[in-house]
């Protein structure tokens, strides 16, 4: 049987834990000092476990530098789950969750769920 792709695009401002909530689920490993962007990432293979079919789940953490926008934009494009991040502890993460990350999804016509 063959398995199934999930591509997840895990988007959000500089320094909300993108790469460190790859990382975490990912490998079930937090570090302090993550590196600034991570490769795509498989899930392990028991990660969605509860599934009626096998699931590959790949999550592709993006760039927060402007001139790599156009890369982010592909990248939510592709994608079959938008995870947008935020920084509980600086309130303007949030607000640019409102005015600039959800607009945007929405101009590039993701149909993708947004988490």
Partial sequence: MSRRRINVAVVGDKGV???SLITSAAQE??????????PPTRFP????????EPVDVIAY???SRAEDAQGVDETIKAADVIIVCFDAQRRSTLQRL???????????RAAAPVI
Avoid: M, Q
């Fill in 98 to 108: 409102r005015s600039d990350w959800l607009p945007r999804i929405t101009h590039l």
């Fill in 45 to 52: 293979a028991d990660f969605a476990a509860g599934s009626a």
């Fill in 29 to 38: 490993v937090f570090s302090e000092r993550p590196v600034p962007v991570l």
């Fill in 61 to 63: 953490d993006t760039s």
């Fill in 17 to 19: 834990g993108k790469t």
